[in-house]
C-alpha cells in the first residue's frame, strides 16, 4: 500500500501548480486525506484536509482562498490546487490518507522564486 505524490516544481510568484496523490494497494475512498507541508528548519503542518466522500474541506489560514483540495475516488487521486503562490509556500509537501491505517507519501518540493 502507498500514496505517490506528484507535480512539484519550480514556479514564480504568483503561478500556479497542481499536486496529485494516487493511492494503490487500498481502499482510498474509505480514507479522509490531508495535505502537509514542511520548509526547512520549521515543523510540518497541516495545510488543508477533506473528508472520504469530498463533502468538506478545512484549510489552514494561510492558504485559504489560494489552495483548493480535491480528490477523486474512481481514479484513487487527490490533488492540491496551489493558486497564487508565494515564497512562503516554498516546502515539500506530502499526502496523507487517514482512517484504520495512516499512509504518507513521499513528498514533493514546491519552490516558489523568481
Known amino acids: 500500500a502507498q500514496l505517490v505524490e506528484s507535480g512539484g516544481g519550480l514556479v514564480q510568484p504568483g503561478g500556479s501548480l497542481r499536486l496529485s496523490c494516487t493511492a494503490s494497494g487500498f481502499t482510498f475512498s474509505n480514507y479522509a486525506m490531508k495535505w502537509f507541508r514542511q520548509a526547512p528548519g520549521k515543523e510540518r503542518e497541516v495545510v488543508a484536509d477533506i473528508t472520504r466522500s469530498g463533502g468538506s474541506t478545512h484549510y489552514a489560514d494561510s492558504v485559504k482562498g489560494r489552495f483548493t483540495i480535491s480528490r477523486d475516488n474512481a481514479k484513487n487521486t487527490g490533488y492540491l490546487q496551489m493558486n497564487s503562490l508565494k515564497p512562503e509556500d516554498t516546502a515539500v509537501y506530502y499526502c496523507?490518507?487517514?482512517?484504520?491505517?495512516?499512509?504518507w507519501g513521499q513528498g514533493t518540493q514546491v519552490t516558489v522564486s523568481s
Open positions: 496523507n490518507a487517514v482512517f484504520i491505517r495512516s499512509y
